[in-house]
T-cell receptor, first 113, second 114 residues
Framework: AQSVTQLDSHVSVSEGTPVLLRCNYS??????LFWYVQHPNKGLQLLLK??????LVKGINGFEAEFKKSETSFHLTKPSAHMSDAAEYFC???????????FGGGTRLMVKP | DTAVSQTPKYLVTQMGNDKSIKCEQN?????MYWYKQDSKKFLKIMFS???????INETVPNRFSPKSPDKAHLNLHINSLELGDSAVYFC?????????????FGSGTRLTVV
């Protein structure tokens, strides 16, 4: 079965410093991976996706993620955090049946001024 | 112009009541979903549905039932509401293979059972 583990439930950074949100996946086949963001009291928005093309994926708002098969990781990064980045971030993996996605437990990013 | 819209946004109701949440998508997507997000932000799939197949997560109580009058709508009916049903419910849709396109989400319905 496919699964994702987000290694940190909370991450706190200062505005202007780099962001690293960690995600490891488990899959018996080559999966598709996504990052979604959820701002407070809002729905979920797609940040970026990996679908077996380039391993370094660029998304919206300056975020990017790198697919590393050898490490089964898909970490999300951003060079410089902004206050508006404070939100919940979900790493997501595709399932090999049922046309559905499986979500990680989420990482809450807090950005200090 | 909202792509996936849910109503109501907030729903407060008493235990034992029956309620419905509506979802509509104007994207022409083939498949629609319902997810439940608990108080710890964990998202769990409840249903996946297209015009050919309904897939039910086996852990979902049969008090929950999806109803799709047409391809653009997937409503969620809940009978005999319980305190533990309090959560945020998200509707989503996808085009074709979800591993290629991902989901488009609605803004959620916060259900509070008192």
């Amino acid at each position: 079965a496919q699964s994702v583990t987000q290694l940190d439930s909370h991450v706190s950074v200062s505005e202007g410093t780099p962001v690293l949100l960690r995600c490891n996946y488990s899959s018996s086949y080559s999966p598709s991976l996504f990052w979604y963001v959820q701002h407070p009291n809002k729905g979920l928005q797609l940040l970026l996706k990996y679908t077996s093309a380039a391993t370094l994926v660029k998304g919206i708002n300056g975020f990017e993620a790198e697919f590393k098969k050898s490490e089964t990781s898909f970490h999300l990064t951003k060079p410089s955090a902004h206050m508006s980045d404070a939100a919940e971030y979900f790493c997501v993996v595709s399932r090999n049946a049922g046309n559905m996605l499986t979500f990680g437990g989420g990482t809450r990013l807090m950005v200090k001024p | 112009d909202t792509a996936v819209s849910q109503t109501p946004k907030y729903l407060v109701t008493q235990m034992g009541n029956d309620k419905s949440i509506k979802c509509e998508q104007n994207l022409g997507h083939d498949t629609m979903y319902w997810y439940k997000q608990d108080s710890k932000k964990f998202l769990k799939i409840m249903f996946s549905y297209n015009n050919k197949e309904l897939i039910i997560n086996e852990t979902v109580p049969n008090r929950f039932s999806p109803k799709s009058p047409d391809k653009a709508h997937l409503n969620l009916h809940i009978n005999s509401l319980e305190l533990g049903d309090s959560a945020v419910y998200f509707c989503a849709s996808s085009r074709g293979q979800v591993e290629t396109y991902g989901y488009t989400f609605g803004s959620g319905t916060r259900l509070t059972v008192v």
